[in-house]
């Protein structure tokens, strides 16, 4: 079993790249921010508590997304490996991942990250409105906060996952088709 993540700020096209990425691997494709926003529509009581938290662009902590994690790979059969899209989010998180995985003898076998410049981030996030209407996604005070929160909490994910030598960074500007060809020639070495 291979486990990637799809590491990025937001807006970087990591929603938009997974699909091709599920496909060409045989990848169970785990979005921690669409199973959250699937808890909200089905009114759960995890849904409930969550969606305060993620329309005011803050994170939700740290025990409700392993959770989910941990309970998706128990369940999971007849793929080649994961790919964690929007987790983990935090150094928290990460140790939790290793830990989850170390229990099986299993490992991240590699960070997927698309950079992309925080000017670009606010122009895709407002693109994305026009298109799925996520309540995070529509107003300005509530993107910088996300962007602010991917600086302070998300990005020393990058120093943790470098130090072993598990982190692969793509340029993410440019189009779908440029950006998937760069991750493609990056992940069949894996
Ligand atoms: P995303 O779809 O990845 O942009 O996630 C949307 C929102 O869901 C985030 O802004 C957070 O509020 C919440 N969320 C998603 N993944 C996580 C995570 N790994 N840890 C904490 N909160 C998360």
């Known amino acids: 079993m291979k486990y990637f993540i799809l590491f990025g700020p937001p807006g970087a096209g990591k929603g938009t790249q997974a699909g091709a ?3 060409r691997y045989n990848l169970c494709h785990l979005s921690t921010g669409e199973l959250l926003r699937s808890e909200i529509a089905s009114g759960s009581e995890l849904g409930l508590k969550a969606k305060a938290l993620i329309e005011a662009g803050n994170l939700v902590p740290d025990e409700v997304v392993e959770g989910m994690i941990e309970e998706r790979f128990r369940k999971t059969t007849g793929v080649d490996g994961f790919l964690l899209d929007g987790f983990p989010r935090t150094i928290a998180q990460a140790e939790a991942l290793d830990l989850i995985l ?4 299993k490992k ?7 950079m992309i410049p925080d000017e670009l981030i606010g122009e895709r996030i407002a693109h994305r409105a026009t298109i799925e209407g996520r309540a995070d996604d529509a107003s300005p005070e509530i993107v910088q906060n996300r962007i602010n929160t991917y600086h302070a909490k998300t990005e020393p994910l990058v120093d943790f996952y ?8 793509i ?3 440019g189009s ?6 760069r991750i493609f020639d990056l992940m069949d070495r894996f």
């Open 21 to 23: 990425m599920k496909q």
């Open 102 to 105: 170390g229990k099986n003898g």
């Open 108 to 114: 991240v076998t590699a960070v997927v990250s698309i």
């Open 162 to 169: 470098r130090k072993d030598g598990r982190y692969h960074e």
């Open 171 to 173: 340029d993410g500007v």
């Open 176 to 181: 779908i088709e440029e950006v998937q060809k």
